[in-house]
């Protein structure tokens, strides 16, 4: 038996969670589930939304399933989901972007690998108030982690038979930061003469993944725009419901689906559970689970075709309806 850390989140979170929880164990997978919990409802018993426990559970087991967790905007604490992925040194974000079974959009077969970079640019929250009436944010790009990320994307490229990676930036404004970034890449491409690389601004890859998305493989990204366009990745293929995600690093992974705590749906049953789901079944195939993962993902496409669906995909199934529709399968 397997112990993996859980960390249910909030908002959408435990709904979610349950689901898959329920899906998996249906599967046969052999899972001792370490439930840890973060975020705001943990401040109050433990001072520290994401209190020393957390890390060292994931620390012992080596691998977690993560649900969202709400970050308060312009204020309060900073983002656990950050922290987390700093703290465990998990310095890349892949996320496998791919048209689903009967989920239609206005593209077919997207098939494109957004790689992240995850511990540092702006996301590092390094920011000051100058005066009343001016606040600075400093973007930190290193060439270690520019250096790894890129071998992360062409290292997954081979191993995944993947054809090309393309770097994104706005390394013709931010020369020094962006620059370096694509000056690391270009460096990682020549050592993988077999994956085509190419260059991309940032603002004319959202315009060609719009208009064209077919064109693209391997996105290779600093962290902020890889967030952003990771989101507009997932409304390629039908929205964040199905957008699913993993954090990896040298000893440890975390797989959390792309999207947030969705506080507009929470508490109503009504989430779409595919995203989280998909991330579990990669951290099944993570751990070895693979039997229980291709049933999971065998019995999840079978409930797409058979058209039933939560309403973010035009459906009227609930998050639990769903789930058991999926158990059934199994
Ligand atoms: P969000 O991803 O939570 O929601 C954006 C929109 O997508 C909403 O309309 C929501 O209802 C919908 N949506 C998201 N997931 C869905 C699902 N599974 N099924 C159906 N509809 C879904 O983004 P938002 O509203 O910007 O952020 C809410 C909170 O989540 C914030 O506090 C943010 O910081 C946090 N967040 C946490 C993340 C994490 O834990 N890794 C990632 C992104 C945001």
Redesign the pocket.
């Known amino acids: 038996m397997k112990r993996v850390t859980l960390i249910k ?1 909030d ?2 979170g435990p709904e ?1 969670s349950n689901a898959v929880i329920k899906i998996i164990e249906a599967s046969g997978a052999q899972i001792d589930w370490d439930v840890q919990t973060a975020g705001a409802d943990v401040i109050e018993k433990e001072g520290v939304p994401l209190p020393d426990r957390v890390l060292e559970s994931v620390k012992n087991n080596g691998v977690a399933l ?8 312009g204020k309060g604490f900073r ?3 950050v922290q987390l992925r700093k703290d465990l040194d998990l310095y890349a974000n892949l996320r496998p972007c791919y048209n689903l079974p009967s989920v239609k959009t206005r593209y077919e077969n997207v098939d494109i690998v957004v790689v992240r970079e995850n511990t540092e640019d702006l996301y590092a929250g390094i920011e000051r108030q100058v005066d009343a009436d001016t606040a600075e944010s400093i973007k930190i790009i290193t060439r270690k982690a520019s250096l790894r990320i890129a071998e992360f994307a062409f290292d997954y490229a081979i191993k995944n038979n993947r054809k090309e990676v393309a770097v994104v930036t706005k390394a013709n404004i931010c020369k020094l930061s962006d620059g370096l970034f694509l000056e690391c890449a270009k460096e990682v491409a020549k050592k993988y003469p077999s994956i085509a690389f190419r260059e991309v601004l940032v603002d004319n890859c959202c315009m060609q993944l719009v208009q064209n998305p077919n064109q693209f493989d391997i996105l290779l990204l600093p962290n902020l725009y890889g967030d952003i366009v990771s989101d507009l990745c997932a409304g390629l293929i039908g ?3 199905i957008a699913q995600g993993a954090n990896i690093g040298e000893n440890y992974a975390v797989f ?10 929470a508490g109503q049953d ?7 789901l998909m991330s579990a079944i990669e951290m099944l195939n993570y751990i070895e689970e693979r039997k229980a993962a291709e049933k999971i993902r065998k019995a999840l496409f079978a409930t797409l075709e058979a058209g039933i669906k ?3 995909l035009g459906g009227s199934a609930t998050c639990s309806e769903f789930a058991d529709a999926i158990i059934d399968r199994i």
Not at 66 to 73: C, E, G, L, M
Not at 256 to 265: F, K, L, M, R, Y
Request: avoid cysteine.
């Open positions: 989140g908002g959408i979610i993560k649900s969202p967790v709400t970050t308060p905007i983002s656990v989901n929205g964040l419901g959390e689906p792309v999207h947030g705590s969705a506080p507009d749906i009504k989430a779409n559970p595919t995203a989280m939560t309403a973010d």
